[in-house]
């Protein structure tokens, strides 16, 4: 399978990051992990169109991880052939009352599905694409998931772990996918006291994975900070001792606020990473392509 980094960025707007979107490539399908801002975009940097994408796989709700999904759900609809399959998306709860109150039928795009649906010249536009009679609107298959859950694609399987993070407001999840005789590992968001170690269920996730994607982000740092004065400076030390333990092959780095994406910060967290994990260490950007399971 291939992996695309859409997205590296955290919630603060970058010209360098979007936020959280991770794309994979396997057999017929399309699949994003997260959809965060920008991240439509970076779809279309690296080849793709809206109507390749085939499933939608949400760690959490936070906004810089989903926000791009109503373009992504609305652009796929409105320019893709009438008989393009439905996109499914797979979320922790709460994503059916989301999609209700954007795309329902008093939803908040409400006037936009109808006049694209009702005005003479959008119907002349569908029905030049092969539509025809009443014009549907965005077709989706929302499925909520929970922890244990297995998501299956044909050449594909993704397991799921909760991990820390803000609980209990929000259910946070990490991504373990399985094709192609390779293994991905997707953090998710990290909340933690790195103390007492990565999660547990972390381990699960990214036993033996060629490629684990993972969470590496401070708060609450002063823009002028020097290199000696990173917050949480074990942090990026507890996930160098998990991807150890864990026999990671590639440890890719994501999440950069602007806090560690800085030059001194950056080569001290993979220098302070590489001295306890022997594996590749990539500091994530934007459109890096991995062969997940290949050398």
């Given at each position: 399978?291939k992996l695309?980094?859409l ?13 959280a ?11 994003l ?11 279309l940097e ?9 499933h ?14 109503i ?5 796929r609809?409105?320019?893709g052939h ?24 008093d939803g908040a795009?409400?006037l936009d599905?109808?006049a694209r ?6 119907l ?9 009679g ?9 499925i ?5 859950d297995?998501i299956?694609?044909?050449t594909?399987k993704?397991?799921l772990?909760?991990v820390?993070h803000?609980?209990?407001?929000l259910?946070?999840f990490g ?11 997707y ?6 006291n790195p103390e007492n170690g990565?999660p ?18 401070v ?7 020097s ?9 990026h030390?507890m996930?160098?001792e998990l991807?150890r ?6 440890l890719?780095?994501t ?6 994406d ?31 399971g290949?050398t």
């Open positions: 399978m695309t980094l997205g590296t960025g955290s919630p603060v707007p970058s010209v360098k990051k979007c936020s979107g991770y794309m994979i490539e396997t057999g017929k399908d399309v699949v992990m997260d959809v965060g801002p920008g991240t439509v975009y970076r779809l690296a080849g793709k169109r809206v109507t390749d994408v085939t939608v796989l949400l760690s959490h709700l936070h906004f810089d991880h989903w926000l791009d999904l373009r992504l759900v609305l652009t609809w409105d320019t009438p008989d393009l399959p439905a996109l499914k998306v797979y979320a922790p709860s709460g994503i059916n009352h989301i999609f209700e109150r954007l795309f329902g039928p795009l409400k599905i109808t649906t009702n005005h003479p010249q959008s002349a536009i569908y029905e030049g694409r092969g539509g025809s009443e014009r549907p609107g965005p077709m989706t298959e929302v909520e998931i929970g922890e244990g297995v299956e694609g044909e594909w993704v397991s772990a909760n820390p803000c609980q209990p407001y259910i946070s991504m373990r996918m399985e094709a192609d005789g390779g293994i991905l590992a953090s998710s968001d990290i909340t933690c990565a547990k269920g972390l381990y699960k996730l990214a036993n033996n994975a060629d490629v684990l994607v993972q969470y590496v982000n708060f609450g740092v002063p823009l002028e900070a290199a000696n004065q990173v917050s949480q400076p074990a942090f030390s996930i160098a991807a333990d864990t026999n990671v092959g590639t890719v780095t999440h950069h606020g602007p806090h560690v800085r030059d001194g910060i950056r080569e001290r967290i993979i220098a302070e990473i590489g001295a306890i994990y022997p594996g590749r260490v990539v500091w994530g950007q934007d459109l890096m392509t991995f062969e997940v290949q």
